[in-house]
């Protein structure tokens, strides 16, 4: 006798962040991000990239709740799953938004000091955190800080227990605010351009950290960065922004072999000098659209290589192009490992410069 679909049936990977349709809006009405959509699941580590100015932070500030003074969520929905019903994050009030943020969603960014306070010591920032965030008592709050510090490789944390902000390095300053970013046990930890700052070495130990803690812990990573070898090397997928919304998702391995939008193909192309040990985004010829501009189709025309007629007629949506793999463009995509579609390329975008 045959068994009933919902017994054979694998069970879905539930995913612990959904973002859908996500547009963010800036001085009341310039929209910023666009309609951005993609989800986490435990232990997932997923990188968002992308020129200066595309919408990476506002994304990520949409999750966390702090938008900057004057932009706001104006469309879609972000909702954290973890392992009971989904919590809607927006709408929420500043209260609710107090036990998501620092609980059960944990940030780090580029400027460790600027996010700790410089006249208490950097134990007792932490300690705090754990008496407020997770209720404990001063002196277990004291022991786990001290923990928690020994777990994100800082030497003598005892010593650095008592210690001001000023006293420490910058890649010492980083470990602190992944301490108390990942100290109440988030399910999600947003870093945003957290080891951009950073020195080869450091950074390659701070990645190694957020690494352990995705496997040790389950944790799911959105890692902003402009390093594509950050990408290659610790994240399982990535997102590609370009001018508010996402024109590229899939797995890291298939997005760098067989790129399938001429801008993440760009991307690679202007990063491709060198080794993978520090591939930083380079320079495209062109200049993205005004922020906010509203064009009627593709986005990336004016610079595309491949922009035909129809790339201008109307909107351009996420397609799939292999399974688990999006990209928003009409050109065909080639086979994986492959260069690509179907139309020859011509020598240069239109409106670069010569
Ligand atoms: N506080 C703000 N006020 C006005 N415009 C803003 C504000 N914050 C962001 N923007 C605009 O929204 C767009 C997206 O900004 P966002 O900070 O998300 O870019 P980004 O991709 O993170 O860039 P970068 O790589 O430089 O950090 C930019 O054009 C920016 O000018
Ligand atoms: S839709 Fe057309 S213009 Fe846009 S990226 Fe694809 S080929 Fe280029
Ligand atoms: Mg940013």
């Not at 966390?64 to 009030?93: I, N």
């Not at 010593?159 to 988030?186: D, K, N, T, W």
């Not at 997005?255 to 495209?284: F, N, Q």
């Amino acid at each position: 006798m045959s068994r009933p679909a919902e017994l054979t049936t694998r069970p879905r990977v539930l995913p612990v962040l959904t973002v859908d349709g996500l547009d963010v809006t800036v001085g009341g009405s310039v929209q910023a991000v666009r309609d951005v959509s993609f989800t986490l699941t435990r232990g997932e580590a997923v990188g968002l990239v992308g020129e200066s100015g595309s919408g990476k932070s506002l994304t990520c500030r949409s999750v966390l709740g702090v938008l900057p003074v004057g932009c706001e969520v104006s469309g879609g929905r972000v909702a954290l799953a973890g392992d009971g019903a989904p919590t809607e994050l927006t709408g929420l009030s500043r209260t609710q938004w107090n036990a998501v943020r620092g609980r059960r969603v944990g940030a780090v960014f580029q400027d460790p000091a600027s996010y700790l306070n410089p006249s208490i010591t950097v134990g007792r920032q932490l300690a705090e955190q754990l008496r407020v965030g997770r209720g404990l008592p001063r002196s277990a709050a004291h022991d786990r800080a001290v923990e928690l510090f020994t777990a994100v490789g800082l030497h003598r944390p005892e010593e650095v227990f008592h210690q001001y902000p000023h006293e420490l390095s910058g890649g010492m300053l980083q470990r602190v605010l992944i301490a108390i970013a990942v100290s109440c046990e988030p399910e999600l930890l947003i870093a945003d351009e957290a080891t951009t700052a950073l020195d080869v070495v450091i950074q390659a130990e701070i990645l190694e950290l957020l690494q352990g803690l995705r496997t040790e812990r389950g944790l799911a990573t959105l890692l902003v960065t402009h390093d594509l070898a950050v990408v290659a090397e610790a994240c399982d997928r990535v997102l590609v922004m370009y001018a508010g919304e996402i024109v590229e998702d899939g797995p890291t391995a298939d997005v760098l072999a067989a790129p399938a939008h001429p801008y993440t193909e760009a991307l690679l192309r202007v990063a491709s000098i060198g080794t993978w040990s520090r591939r930083e985004l380079g320079v495209i010829p062109g200049a993205p659209p005004e922020t906010g501009a509203e064009l009627p189709g593709c986005r990336f025309a004016d610079r595309c290589a491949y922009a035909t007629a129809q790339c201008t007629a109307a909107p351009v949506a996420l397609r799939t192009v292999r399974e688990g793999h999006r990209a928003r463009c009409l050109r065909p995509a080639g086979p994986p490992g492959g260069a690509g579609g179907a139309t020859t390329p011509s020598p240069e975008p239109a409106g670069a410069p010569a």
